[in-house]
């Protein structure tokens, strides 16, 4: 790739917007076979894409996007667990997970929250959640 090319693709991934396929194809006339240089630099790592949904190179979908524009992001961490979740609706969901892959802690944009402990054994223990509820199975 030559240099004024790979300048232009870093300059459409640095500004471009959701939803990507819409804005590629409208804004900057892309063509198919250009999206994956432009999406793996949004999100930062190598993509595959297929019916406007991109998949990172574990195959865990990261951003998916409908005809009318609706879309939905996915972040993963290093063990594939779901840890954001964000829609053009401005819903979002954040999780955390142990070093065993428990979930511990989940929020969203609603305000709701669950808090959750486990033992050595991976069994529940604590669980607390935005209503108030609180069971504590120790």
């Known amino acids: ?13 640095d500004d471009l917007q959701a939803p990507y396929f819409i804005n590629m194809k ?10 994956p240089l432009v999406l793996s630099k949004v999100f930062n790592q190598p993509v595959t894409i297929r019916n406007n949904r991109v998949y990172n190179t574990n195959g865990k979908l990261i951003y ?4 009318n524009g609706h879309w939905e992001k996915r972040e993963y961490n290093t063990n594939g ?17 142990d070093t065993n892959g428990n979930l511990i802690y ?3 944009s609603n305000g709701d929250w669950v808090k959750y402990e486990y033992d050595i054994n991976g069994y529940l223990i604590y669980y607390e959640d935005s209503t108030g509820d ?3 199975y120790r």
């Open 81 to 97: 667990n779901e840890i954001y979740y964000e829609t053009s609706n401005r819903f979002w969901r954040k999780s955390e997970y």
């Open 1 to 13: 790739m030559n240099k004024k090319y790979e300048r232009y693709i870093e300059y459409i991934a």
């Open 106 to 108: 989940y929020k969203n």
């Open 26 to 35: 409208e804004m900057y006339g892309l063509r198919p076979d250009e999206y």
């Open 134 to 136: 609180i069971r504590d």
């Open 64 to 67: 998916r996007e409908n005809s």
